[in-house]
Antibody, heavy 120, light 107 residues
Framework: EVQLLESGGGLVQPGGSLKLTCAAS????????MRWVRQAPGKGLEWLSV????????YYADSVKGRFTISRDNSKKTLYLQMNSLRAGDTAVYYC?????????????WGQGTLVTVSS | EIVLTQSPDFQSVTPKEKVTITCRAS??????LHWYQQKAGQSPKLLIQ???QSLSGVPSRFSGSGSGTDFTLTISSLEAEDAATYYC?????????FGGGTKVEIK
């Protein structure tokens, strides 16, 4: 059974940093691109970032480019999101998402999400 | 960035009624369009992939159609358990995007 378990969310002050972690199980982690998607309270879904299975290629949404860094450790089956220079607008539930084997595949599994609150 | 525009934003529907949700892309995306269902307090769940491909475990009352820039999600006969927000998502570009969502309420 595929499981994605996010952790690391919490309350952080504006300008601060936070690192999210997603522990994956139930599939060959290194074979799949992984994404982060977020959802602000009461709002829709926002695609944030993707990393290829071998970690060599990453892409970011303009809203987080230069502030967030996606990475992975295939030996630990773990996905990360390092978030720096956080703003109030980054307050959201952050989901770890697995794609299918192809670059254009749909997102077939989602974690339960971890809440990040940016506030003084 | 490819923008996806969903309509309507909200729909209040009687059980057994047919529901139609549309998603329009700002440029052609082929069939690289997927639909998700998000119930209150839950993570999104994949319903339809590649515009019209059904998935195992998804009730047959859910179907998708379209290609290019115009897409439709249809619920043929609404059930109470279908109360949720539905999102479209395009994977044609390297940076994916989502539609704004359509909330379906049961009358």
């Amino acid at each position: 059974e595929v499981q994605l378990l996010e952790s690391g969310g919490g309350l952080v002050q504006p300008g601060g940093s936070l690192k999210l972690t997603c522990a994956a199980s139930g599939f060959t982690f290194s074979s799949y691109g992984m994404r982060w998607v977020r959802q602000a309270p009461g709002k829709g879904l926002e695609w944030l970032s993707v990393i290829t299975g071998n970690g060599a290629t990453t892409y970011y949404a303009d809203s987080v480019k230069g502030r967030f860094t996606i990475s992975r450790d295939n030996s630990k089956k773990t996905l990360y999101l390092q978030m720096n220079s956080l703003r109030a607008g980054d307050t959201a539930v952050y989901y770890c998402v697995k794609g299918g084997g192809g670059w254009k595949d749909a997102f077939d599994y989602w974690g339960q999400g971890t809440l990040v609150t940016v506030s003084s | 960035e490819i923008v996806l525009t969903q309509s309507p934003d909200f729909q209040s529907v009687t059980p057994k009624e047919k529901v139609t949700i549309t998603c329009r892309a700002s440029q052609s995306i082929g069939s690289n369009l997927h639909w998700y269902q998000q119930k209150a307090g839950q993570s999104p769940k994949l319903l339809i992939q590649y515009a019209s491909q059904s998935l195992s475990g998804v009730p047959s009352r859910f179907s998708g159609s379209g290609s290019g820039t115009d897409f439709t999600l249809t619920i043929s006969s609404l059930e109470a358990e279908d109360a949720a927000t539905y999102y479209c998502h395009q994977s044609s570009s390297l940076r994916g995007t989502f539609g704004g969502g359509t909330k379906v309420e049961i009358k």
